[in-house]
């Protein structure tokens, strides 16, 4: 299970917005993961003001994993190959490296976009 960038941002928060589905295959799930790029995509909502944290996004990152046990995979160059590949559905590029983690690791993605099924992928809404 890969959690996107806003997944993440509504589990952390204890959202609704996240069904009970989704919330149940998270606890049920042996492995969550979220990938490096939701750091960086963070860090940049941060900087332009989009998104406001009670502490710096470093900080906030580190204690988000930790708390819900999250394992936090770093793209590598196969991945970043492997986004370039894609069909060009989705123009967001960290959504790209997101949608390839879960490909390459057949791994289906909690997120609220319904573009991301349109690759092919198992996507938990």
């Known amino acids: 299970m890969l959690l996107d ?3 993440l941002l509504w589990l952390a928060e204890g959202s609704q917005t996240l069904s009970p589905e989704a919330l149940e295959r998270i606890e049920n799930a042996p492995i969550v993961y979220v990938s490096s790029i939701s750091a960086f995509e963070i860090g940049l909502k941060c900087r332009s003001g989009k998104l406001r944290l009670p502490v710096p ?3 906030w990152f580190e204690s ?3 708390h819900h046990n ?3 995979l770093a793209l590598d160059w196969k991945v970043c190959i ?3 590949d894609l069909p060009p559905i989705h123009k967001d ?6 949608i390839a983690t879960a490909k390459s690791r057949r791994l289906p993605v909690v997120t609220g976009d319904p573009v991301f099924a349109s690759y092919g992928i198992e996507v938990v809404s």
């Not at 590029?93 to 997101?98: A, G, K, N, Q, Y």
């Open 57 to 59: 996004a470093t900080e």
């Open 82 to 84: 492997a986004a370039t």
């Open 5 to 7: 960038t806003c997944a």
């Open 93 to 98: 590029p960290c959504d790209r490296f997101i």
């Open 64 to 66: 988000i994993v930790a």
């Open 70 to 72: 999250l394992s936090v």
